[in-house]
Each structure stands twice: as structure tokens, then as C-alpha cells.
Nanobody
Framework: QVDLVESGGGLVQAGDSLRLSCLAS????????MAWFRQTPGKEREFVAV????????NYADSVKGRFTISRDNSKNTLYLQMNSLKPEDTAVYYC????????????????WGQGTEVTVSS
């Protein structure tokens, strides 16, 4: 079990950038594949990006490909999401999640979640 705490959300304008962080504690961070998901009211949690435990592979939702970059620093137990060229449709609560078995893009497979950080992009 690993505890996750997201930070870095805020209110920005379209075209701006933000970097989200997810600090892990209570477990061996480097053993986990890590992902970012996002959710807006009334909708299912949506996959954003995933990175394998040693950063060997990454995968992105088509909606963020080329604008967002997922990375991790295992020495700091921290996951990042660099978000550039933000759009109003990126407005959501962003969650990080951890999974040992494989770098999944399915929210239902993750059991370790942070509390979320809110990102609002104004037009």
C-alpha cells in the first residue's frame, strides 16, 4: 500500500502551463507503475497518462498527446505531469494512481489513489 498526495493544481488561462506533482509515501514507489487520471462532475474518471516503474514506457490519452508529459523521480518518490498549452476542456480534478502489476490505462484496475488536485482552465 502506498499513500499518494497530489499538488500543483490551480486556475490558469488557456495556453498556460502547469506542473502537477504526486508524492508517494509508505511504500516502495519504484515498484509501482504510476498514472494520472482526471474527472469532471457527472463523468467517469478518465485516463490521462501512465508511466512504467522504471520510466521505460509511457502512454497518453489522445486528447493530451503532444501537450502533456508524464515523468517520475524514483529518488524523490514523486510523479509529475507537465501540462502545456492547456485548454478549457482540460479542466478537471486530477488524480494520481499506483499499480504494481502493469501500467494500466483502466481506472478500475487501480486501488491506490490520491485525493486529487483541481485544475481550472479559463478561456
Amino acid at each position: 500500500q502506498v499513500d499518494l498526495v497530489e499538488s500543483g493544481g490551480g486556475l490558469v488561462q488557456a495556453g498556460d502551463s502547469l506542473r502537477l506533482s504526486c508524492l508517494a509515501s509508505g511504500g516502495t514507489f519504484s515498484k509501482y507503475h504510476m498514472a494520472w487520471f482526471r474527472q469532471t462532475p457527472g463523468k467517469e474518471r478518465e485516463f490521462v497518462a501512465v508511466i512504467s516503474w522504471r520510466s521505460a514506457s509511457t502512454n497518453y490519452a489522445d486528447s493530451v498527446k503532444g501537450r502533456f508529459t508524464i515523468s517520475r523521480d524514483n529518488s524523490k518518490n514523486t510523479l509529475y505531469l507537465q501540462m502545456n498549452s492547456l485548454k478549457p476542456e482540460d479542466t478537471a480534478v486530477y488524480y494520481c494512481a499506483a499499480l504494481i502489476s502493469h501500467p494500466s490505462t483502466w481506472a478500475t484496475e487501480y486501488h491506490n489513489w490520491g485525493q486529487g488536485t483541481e485544475v481550472t482552465v479559463s478561456s
